[in-house]
């Protein structure tokens, strides 16, 4: 009697599979991968390196997606309206994941509960450029022409609220002087402004800058990061150059829609970490100036916390406002 009771539920139980498939092993299909910035600049060069290695190792394509303008914002929502899947993903950086917060008078996101941190990917330091027609060759130079010549010294960057505009109002604050500023939707616009002379300064990722100063295309003056670059051995940073204390470093890495499910953000970041370790990708990074630099989804946010609290108190201190 118990046998033929059970006998209908263990041939259930074995044909289920053959009925209900069970869903493939994330990922079985092309991820986008959104760039909130023009192709181009510094952050696009960086995730296509990125890309091309996981695509690599996942065996999917990963196809990159530029959705520039809104200080980042246009990119991230449309992360935001993704379905959390892990076949929609973003580049989040200082800007859409800390400066915003304090620049923007409304930010249409949460990032704690509209996103999903993954990884931190990488730092990067920015080159201070000048026109090679305007006349100076060091930091202390530039702030005396600047003091000289209040308001007369344009410095481009490649956004509001970047570490290229936030970087020069806190220049501008510790040495008391008066430049303007003038955002563009890219780099390669505003560099190219530069080189001709419709711009003076810029202090701009060194994926961008480098090639142009070591092409004489512009000037370097100083670098910002805390110590000189192996890159530009050479070019002294900001803070010995008269600036004691000056830093700016950027950081970005992969972020996704909220709710993303644990084990595909798990997968994620293992991918990541075993991608920033290659030799070849290393290379590549260190070739567009930037340090490959991988954390846990719960590191990723604590540094989303903390230089959203930092860069809150520059904005504070410089009067740094959105143009």
């Given amino acids: 009697m118990l046998r033929r009771l059970l006998l209908p539920v263990l041939v259930l139980a074995a044909t289920a599979g053959l009925a209900w498939p069970a869903h493939a092993a994330y990922p079985d299909k092309t991820i986008r991968l959104i760039v909130p910035s023009a192709p181009g600049g510094a952050p696009d060069a960086l995730m296509r390196a990125l890309a091309q290695q996981l695509t690599l190792q996942m065996n999917v394509p990963i196809v990159i997606d530029n959705k520039p303008g809104g200080s980042y914002v246009i990119g991230t929502m449309d992360l935001v309206k993704s379905a959390p899947d892990g076949y929609t993903l973003a580049y989040g950086n200082v800007v859409s994941l800390a400066t915003n917060k304090s620049l923007l008078t409304t930010v249409p996101y949460d990032v704690e509960k509209d996103l ?3 990884s931190n990917v990488l730092r990067l330091s920015n080159l201070m450029v000048v026109n ?9 130079e530039l ?42 939707r890219a780099a390669t616009s505003a560099v190219t402004d530069l080189i001709g002379g419709g711009i003076q300064m810029m ?13 004489g295309k512009v000037r370097a003056l100083a670098i910002s990061s805390p110590q000189r670059s192996p890159t530009y051995p050479d070019v002294p940073t900001i803070a010995e150059s008269g600036v004691p204390g000056f830093e700016v470093t950027a950081w970005g890495g992969i972020v996704g829609p909220a709710n993303m499910p644990k084990d595909v953000v798990a997968k994620l970041n293992a991918e990541i970490r075993t991608a920033l370790a290659s030799p070849a990708l290393r290379e590549r990074f260190r070739a567009l100036g930037a340090d490959t630099s991988p954390s846990t989804p719960e590191e990723f946010l604590e540094l989303s916390r ?14 740094a406002k959105i143009d």
């Fill in 132 to 140: 090679n027609n305007l006349p100076v060759k060091t930091v202390p």
């Fill in 116 to 118: 999903t941190l993954v």
């Fill in 306 to 319: 903390q230089e959203t609290i930092k860069w809150a108190k520059v904005v504070k201190f410089s009067g």
């Fill in 143 to 184: 702030i005396a022409y600047a003091k000289k010549n209040p308001g007369k010294v344009a410095f481009a960057s490649d956004g509001n609220g970047t570490t290229a505009h936030l970087g020069v109002e806190l220049f501008k604050a510790m040495t008391g002087t008066h430049m303007l500023h003038v955002p563009y």
């Fill in 203 to 215: 202090m701009i990722n060194t994926p961008v800058s480098g090639p142009l100063a070591q092409a």
